[in-house]
């Protein structure tokens, strides 16, 4: 089982950033997925969750209307499309596959919102 994530990096405020996460070694499809995060000194925080039924969402308040949480079956990949980003979404962004009582994580990416 493996998850990566990949796209993070620094970014000035206001502005965007993709993060993906490509799953292998398991049924993608039937696997909610997650991604969290964690900044420096606070504990991992869930941002948006995608289901595995009919992919619908749920968000974090602090990243509603902002971020957008997507899925591709058939690439096996799970994506954080992120705008107007802001200085307090710095963290490390983690991928989290979860069903049948079982979940996955990812190693992370970072993510600085810094002019």
């Known amino acids: 089982v493996q998850l990566v994530e990949s796209g993070g990096g620094l970014v000035q405020p206001g502005g965007s950033l993709t993060l993906s996460c490509a799953a292998s070694g398991f049924p993608f499809s039937r696997y909610a997925m997650n991604w969290y995060r964690q900044a420096a000194g606070k504990e991992r925080e869930l941002v948006a969750y995608i289901s595995s039924a009919d992919s619908s969402t749920y968000y974090a308040d602090s990243v509603k209307g902002r971020f957008t949480i997507s899925r591709d079956n058939a690439k096996s990949m799970v994506y954080l499309q992120m705008n107007s980003l802001k200085p307090e979404d710095t963290a490390v962004y983690y991928c989290?596959?979860?069903?049948?009582?079982?979940?996955?994580w990812g190693q992370g990416t970072q993510v600085t919102v810094s002019s």
């Open positions: 989290k596959a979860r069903g049948f009582s079982i979940e996955f």
